[in-house]
């Protein structure tokens, strides 16, 4: 199957969930996990009309958005871990930081955002599972840290990003993810501009959807196995 079939087929089983789920059409974006791809794979993705992408490598992700200067029309989304001495860079060529979980990092990023740049988007990571292997904070600590974010000039607060747990049975996905329906309508409760829940991959994606996702980050689906 080539990129763009996959794609295709990708894009259908959004729509099928969404109305499955009974939620608005197009009210679930579909951000295409690009790293480790090659130009050539993003390429192919971005002429079957694909636009947003997700990076976790900073050097590598800014390589990319350098090479695409010229498409205005396409979205970067740093999906990654943020290490401090790595912000400037983010906060320069990316357009949304999905990975805040520290004041420390938010305040960096808006500081090193460039004049005449529009205000970073971002989404607070959540732990949801409580893993120790994982970044994100733990939901209790999500109002304090959306005040204090909210406050900085250069950001805008857009949401919530989480990777829950694998599960293989959609009963047991549902319960992080329900849960993070529940803190992103309390958010939303409590701030302007909410709008965007991050969850969902390849193997929880319908569940997700029925759980409120805005965008799915879908990777090997669409570009093959890891070393395309």
């Known amino acids: 199957m080539s990129i763009s079939q996959n794609l295709a087929t ?21 951000l295409a996990v690009s790293k480790t791809k090659p130009i050539s794979a993003i390429e192919q993705a971005i002429s ?3 636009r947003a992408f997700g990076e976790n490598y900073v050097q590598e992700g800014v390589e990319k958005v350098q090479y695409f200067a010229h498409q205005s029309d396409l979205e970067w989304h740093f ?15 990316f357009d949304w930081v999905q990975t805040i979980d520290r004041l420390k990092i938010a305040q960096r990023l808006s500081e090193q ?12 990571q959540i732990n949801i599972s409580d893993e120790e292997s994982k970044s994100g904070i733990a939901p209790t600590e999500m109002l304090a840290l959306a005040a204090e974010i909210n406050q900085l000039p250069n950001l805008k607060l ?42 969902g991959m ?25 070393n395309y």
């Open 158 to 199: 857009r949401g919530l990003m989480a990777i829950p747990k694998p599960e293989s049975e959609p009963e047991q996905q549902r319960i992080a993810l329900a849960q993070m329906q529940t803190l992103f309508e309390q958010l939303k409760c409590h701030f302007k501009d909410i709008d965007t829940l991050s969850m």
């Open 10 to 30: 990708i894009s259908k089983q959004i729509q099928q969930f969404t109305q499955q789920a009974q939620r608005p059409e197009n009210s679930v974006k579909l």
């Open 48 to 50: 079957a009309g694909q």
């Open 202 to 226: 390849s193997d929880d994606m319908q569940t997700a959807i029925e759980c409120g996702s805005t965008m799915v980050r879908i990777g090997t689906a669409i570009f093959g196995a890891r």
């Open 113 to 124: 955002r460039p004049v005449g740049k529009p205000a970073l988007n971002v989404l607070l």
């Open 79 to 93: 999906i990654g871990a943020l290490q401090s001495n790595k912000t400037r860079l983010v906060a320069e060529h």
